[in-house]
């Protein structure tokens, strides 16, 4: 008596026991790796605040399309820093521009790499918002939610005529799925995919990538169209109206301090779910690292698995090359 007859510990005597329960595994091809290619430059730029990480010049691109591929990786979502920037973010409609080249050049290397782009103005705006602005009556100035879905269709169907599989809208205007899809269907690419970043939080996790991509709002915040990280609820909604306007996937932003955020849509909603480990998460670890604090490949697998088990089917990670090399 007094003795437990149930022991869990049973099930974890052995490594092999172990992996014979566990319930979420990680694979290479759960990751999407997310670049940034720079049209100025000749050779890769490293990025300060994200060791490992680069911005590319476009002469890499067919290269580093055959090393991800031959790392185990099979998705990548690409984000462009052109050449000059102006208010309305003209230059993100330029087919010469650094996305559709990226695209072109990593299609034509390796045909069967899912390619995704990012579709957002706020790294061809001088301002850097995620859209077109407009003079409010008290002489501020706001994002014009209608006047942005323009701008962001027709750089929807650039990416798509350059080859994208997959177009992904980050700016969080209300519509732009609809205004997006339709854009697409009459333009001919009904087969291209629409990865919606449904749910995506005014985070203070993005730091690092404002660098990353030159794209950091040059006054005011992006409060005002980034969702509020206190609401859950609301995430639902979002991801429901993105589903009903006819997303193909969805996504979750930031990952981390929003798993029970990727559980409740899992819940909500039958379309694929991914999360973006983003760039203030991935310094954090690195920052860590450095310092003697944590084991910096542990704690990473940790982090992957935990998205998952939230909830996710795959992952947008800049760790994506590194845990793919340790799954093997
Ligand atoms: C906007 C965009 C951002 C990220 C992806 N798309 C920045 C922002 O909203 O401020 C952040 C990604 C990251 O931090 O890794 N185009």
């Not at 510990?9 to 999407?32: G, N, Q, Y």
Request: with cysteine.
């Amino acid at each position: 008596m007094g003795f437990p007859t149930i022991r869990p510990r049973r099930l974890r005597a052995t490594p092999e026991l172990r992996a014979l329960v566990r319930e979420t595994t990680l694979s290479p091809k759960d990751f999407v790796y997310p670049m940034f290619f720079n049209a100025a430059l000749d050779a890769p730029r490293p990025i300060s605040t994200m060791p490992g990480v680069s911005q590319q010049p476009l002469s890499a691109a067919r290269e580093l399309a055959k090393s991800i591929k031959e790392r185990g990786v099979s998705s990548v979502i690409l984000f462009g820093l052109p050449k000059t920037k102006d208010e309305r973010g003209n230059s993100g409609l330029d087919p010469d521009g650094p996305v559709p080249r990226a695209i072109a050049e990593m299609k034509a290397a390796v045909p069967d790499l899912v390619v995704m782009a990012d579709v957002c103005v706020d790294e061809y705006t001088d301002h850097g918002h995620c859209g077109i602005l407009r003079q409010r009556r008290d002489g501020e100035w706001e994002v014009d939610n209608d006047a942005t879905l323009e701008q962001l269709s027709k750089m929807s169907v650039l990416f798509a005529k350059a080859g994208a599989d997959v177009v992904a809208p980050s700016d969080m205007m209300d519509g732009r799925v609809a205004a997006i899809r339709t854009a697409l269907d009459s333009e001919g690419f009904t087969n291209t995919t629409l990865l919606s970043y449904a749910v995506k939080y005014a985070s203070g996790f993005y730091g690092p990538f404002r660098e990353a991509a030159d794209c950091a709002p040059k006054f005011g915040d992006r409060a005002g169209y980034q969702m509020d990280p206190g609401n859950a609820r609301e995430a639902l909604r979002e991801a429901a109206l993105d589903e009903a306007e006819g997303a193909d996937m969805l996504m979750v932003k930031p990952a981390l301090s929003y798993l029970d955020v990727i559980r409740d849509v899992r819940k909500a909603s039958n379309l694929p779910l991914g999360a973006y480990n983003v760039s203030g998460e991935y310094a954090m670890l690195h920052a860590a690292a450095e310092r003697g604090m944590i084991d910096y490949k542990r704690a990473m697998m940790e982090v992957l698995t935990s998205i998952r088990r939230a909830g996710a089917d795959f992952i947008l990670t800049y760790h994506a090359l590194e845990a793919a090399e340790l799954l093997g």
